[in-house]
């Protein structure tokens, strides 16, 4: 549609934002209240029609950077695409809307166009926007504690259910660290920046910077509560509770989680006592493909793939996580 005009997002309309965001973001309550909108740092982009927004998205910027079991140096420019809304009333104004915003996303430079947490069946839209859709990067764990809500919040059959509990009591999840010395911290140093770089170095093809300016504007995240512990073998992990606020589902995240295969195992063990602890109904995780047998070691043994779109000029896997991908923003 020639009357759909997509702009810089213009500060002063964020009231009229938050309205549609409510409005047409049913699933995501918390984007309309705005605390998550205001604290991101992003680009922002809108679609009008006859001067009323009728879609939004976002792209944030990550520089992600070559390992050494890469082949090559220096780093990309991701950009990350999220919260995609549209106007639902007019299929003309919300394919309009929703081509004109991606178009922009993928015509912001320096931001090579990245995302993850597509709606199933999509993939082949984004090939013919000339985007590769990548499988043998990226895969979500879990153990699930109680099964039938998971799967009831999936549309799966709960027949699986007395399955995946027989699996828990076979591979039993271990609560104590084994390698080392695990502690509980409040905020990331500087001076651990080069640890972690070193580490994703030497684990992964292409991997997103961490450093302390990201990680602490990570916790500072409006209405979340993270956990955070460091291993004296060198490593961390972050994780919290979420509770889905439109559907019964109550889950513990693994945000992030960097160290050595030792201190990985151990604490992964802090965000599986916790799960036990609080009574969650399960833990997730999103990570390499690579890592697929640590998180098994771990308990986390329910694995599958997790696309990711990304530029096909891009020949290295990608390893994201929850934090890298800004799906840890929603519940």
Same mark, same amino acid.
């Given at each position: ?13 964020? !009231? ?9 973001? $049913? ?15 992003? !680009?922002?982009? %809108? *679609?009008?029609? @006859? ?18 079991? #890469? ?9 990350? *695409?999220?919260?995609?809304?549209? &106007? %639902?009333?007019?299929? =003309?104004?919300?394919?309009? $809307? ?36 990548? +499988? !043998?990067? #990226? ?16 549309? =799966? ?10 699996? &828990? ?15 509980? /911290?409040?905020?990331?140093?500087? @001076? ?40 004296? !073998? ?15 589902? &109550? ?23 916790? +799960?036990?602890? /609080? ?33 096909? @000029? /891009?020949?290295?896997? %990608?390893? /994201?996580?929850?934090?890298? #991908? ?6």
């Amino acid at each position: 549609m020639s009357d759909i005009t997509i702009q810089d997002f213009d500060d002063s309309r964020t !009231d009229e934002l938050l309205a549609f965001l409510t409005r047409w973001s $049913a699933d995501h309550p918390e984007l309309g209240e705005g605390d998550i909108i205001r604290w991101q740092k992003c !680009d922002r982009f %809108m *679609a009008l029609h @006859e001067d009323r927004i009728v879609g939004y998205i976002a792209q944030i910027p990550h520089q992600f950077r070559y390992g050494a079991g #890469s082949g090559r140096e220096g780093a990309e420019q991701i950009g990350w *695409a999220v919260t995609l809304v549209l &106007n %639902m009333s007019d299929d =003309k104004i919300r394919r309009s $809307a929703g081509r004109g915003l991606l178009t922009r996303c993928e015509q912001n430079p320096p931001w090579q166009y990245a995302g993850v947490g597509m709606v199933p069946g999509i993939e082949k839209a984004y090939i013919r926007r000339g985007h590769a859709v990548r +499988t !043998d990067c #990226s895969r979500s764990y879990a153990r699930l504690l109680q099964p039938e809500k998971a799967l009831a919040y999936e549309g =799966k059959s709960l027949i699986y259910a007395p399955a995946i509990r027989a699996v &828990n009591a076979l591979f039993r999840a271990s609560r104590k660290p084994k390698h080392g010395e695990v502690r509980k /911290i409040d905020s990331f140093k500087p @001076e651990w920046d080069a640890r972690w770089d070193d580490l994703l170095s030497r684990q992964y093809e292409l991997y997103g910077k961490r450093d302390a300016e990201y990680l602490n504007h990570k916790l500072a995240q409006p209405n979340r509560d993270y956990h955070v512990y460091t291993h004296s !073998d060198g490593g961390y992990i972050v994780f919290r509770q979420a509770i889905r606020r439109t559907g019964d589902l &109550n889950l513990v995240k693994v945000c992030d989680l960097v160290g050595t295969p030792q201190a990985r195992a151990d604490l992964l063990t802090f965000a599986v006592k916790y +799960t036990y602890d /609080i009574g969650a109904y399960g833990v997730v995780a999103m990570g390499a493909a690579s890592d697929r047998g640590t998180y098994r070691k771990a308990g986390l043994y329910i694995s599958r793939r997790y696309p990711i779109v990304m530029s096909p @000029e /891009i020949k290295a896997r %990608m390893h /994201i996580s929850f934090f890298d #991908s800004d799906l840890d923003n929603l519940w």
